[in-house]
């Protein structure tokens, strides 16, 4: 991954999740949906109604995260290996075997994923949360231990993005105990756009810079704009939310109106517990009422 490649198709795919979990979260915003649970469109029964239900989310991180392990695996000459048994058992390759076990994370996620929404009686959220939870706190320890050796450029734009996930887990963290608040799904969209972007942008610096030139370790002028680039990023990916944001409220309640109504019939069956237990209580209240009247009369 130590090249443009690995930079690049780890950061588009970062950014397009980004750009589909905008629209899932600003679709959900606009029509009053649930977020965890959103009410599916009237289908047939049969196969084309269990095909919409598909966890195309889980697939996805399986099948980018097998390719991309599959690339690290042969994108070096003399493959994988752990050990050089020829100079004193010495640990190879140690920032590919990091890259390798960011990517088997993604694709054990992608399981997690499909297995919650299509393979268990019941769909367990905190299952998927403490999932992706997990694979970020791992991201971040492999992270901070993938720019020891690095310096001036490299060491600057890692830690942009070592910030970004940082704060991405703080986010995920505080999403187990509230995982159906729009302004916390809200933020998490716009970091993973920053990861995703920023990812693209440290490919073309380290490695095909847009200029021609090679960045110099040893400019101040040079460090200094690392972090300007990363300040247009947050207002671009910022904008670009505000834009979705835009058509999408455009769209659902100007040509899909009846989204909103199905949302709103659909909303007592997702909070049915919650139903239930109110006239629990309630009718617990009219029990009380009347025992106390009925000692008052006599």
């Avoid at 073309?204 to 101040?220: E, R």
Wanted: proline content about 4%.
């Amino acid at each position: 991954m130590g090249k443009f490649i690995g930079h690049l198709y780890p950061g588009l795919y970062l950014f397009y999740y980004g750009l589909y979990q905008a629209t899932v979260v600003f679709k959900a915003m606009t029509v009053y949906d649930s977020l965890l649970y959103p009410s599916w469109p009237p289908r047939n029964k049969g196969i084309w109604a269990r095909l919409w239900k598909i966890s195309y989310g889980g697939l996805l991180k399986i099948v980018i995260g097998s390719i991309l392990t599959v690339y690290v695996v042969f994108c070096l000459d003399d493959m994988m290996v752990l050990m050089d048994k020829k100079n004193a058992l010495r640990f190879m390759y140690p920032k590919e075997w990091q890259h390798l076990t960011m990517f088997i994370l993604l694709t054990l996620n992608g399981c997690v994923d499909v297995m919650s929404k299509n393979l268990l009686p019941r769909r367990c959220v905190l299952l998927e949360k403490c999932t992706l939870v997990l694979t970020f706190y791992v991201l971040l320890l492999l992270l901070m231990s993938h720019v020891q050796n690095s310096t001036g450029i490299e060491l600057q734009t890692h830690c942009l993005l070592i910030l970004v996930v940082f704060l991405l887990m703080l986010v995920l963290t505080i999403e187990l105990w509230t995982p159906d608040t729009f302004h916390l799904l809200l933020i998490e969209t716009f970091l993973f756009l920053m990861m995703g972007s920023w990812l693209i942008q440290v490919g073309f610096i380290l490695y095909k810079p847009v200029t021609g030139y090679p960045w110099q370790d040893d400019d101040i002028s040079d460090i200094m704009f690392i972090t300007t680039f990363f300040c247009w990023h947050v207002m671009i990916n910022a904008s670009c939310l505000l834009g979705i944001y835009g058509i999408s409220s455009l769209w659902y309640r100007h040509y899909c109106p009846s989204l909103k109504l199905m949302a709103s019939k659909e909303a007592p069956h997702h909070k049915g517990s919650l139903y239930k237990l109110l006239q629990g209580v309630e009718q617990s209240e009219k029990e009380d009422q009347a025992l106390l009247l009925s000692k008052s009369s006599s």
